[in-house]
């Protein structure tokens, strides 16, 4: 594989990550009609960005997408971007208690980035079916980016 093609399929594995990771912002509140409603294009955004019709670039897409993902959830943490996220979708919450507790906290790693994890696993799953066995070795590894 060349050095850009290889660049490409791994910032769309990160763009992957930082998808789900933003799910796991969007449903950090506890707003069941916000988070089905942030699910979807989750799934739709990040099997677009893992498909590709050579099985390599699909590969190093999903790695890059799993292994960037706790990464992707940590720095969006320490970033301030889950709580500034919460303070939008539940003000009420903030102006009475000042911000997320300990309780909140516990809802993000026991509930919420699970269930980004496995949209992401979804994704990546849906991606590999894009194309049956046979289609995919008709293809091979020849193309660009998709």
């Not at 590709?52 to 590969?59: E, G, H, L, V």
């Not at 292994?67 to 979708?89: C, M, Q």
């Not at 980035?113 to 008709?138: D, G, H, T, Y």
Request: charged share 10%.
């Amino acid at each position: 594989m060349k050095l850009i093609q290889i660049t490409a399929d791994m910032l769309c594995g990160l763009g992957c990550a930082g998808c789900a990771c933003l799910f796991s912002a969007a449903a950090f509140p506890g707003r069941i009609g916000i988070m089905l409603a942030a699910a979807v294009p989750t799934v739709l955004i990040c099997t677009a960005l893992l498909w590709t019709k050579r099985t390599n670039a699909r590969r190093l897409r999903s790695i890059t997408a799993i292994v960037s993902f706790l990464p992707a959830v940590w720095f969006s943490i320490r970033a301030g971007i889950h709580t500034a996220v919460y303070t939008l979708f539940n003000p009420d919450y903030i102006r009475e208690y000042g911000s997320p507790n300990i309780g909140d906290a516990g809802g993000l790693f026991l509930i919420y980035i699970p269930a980004a994890l496995i949209l992401l696993l979804l994704s990546v799953f849906l991606a590999k079916l894009r194309f049956s066995p046979q289609e995919q070795q008709n293809h091979g590894e020849k193309g660009q980016i998709p």
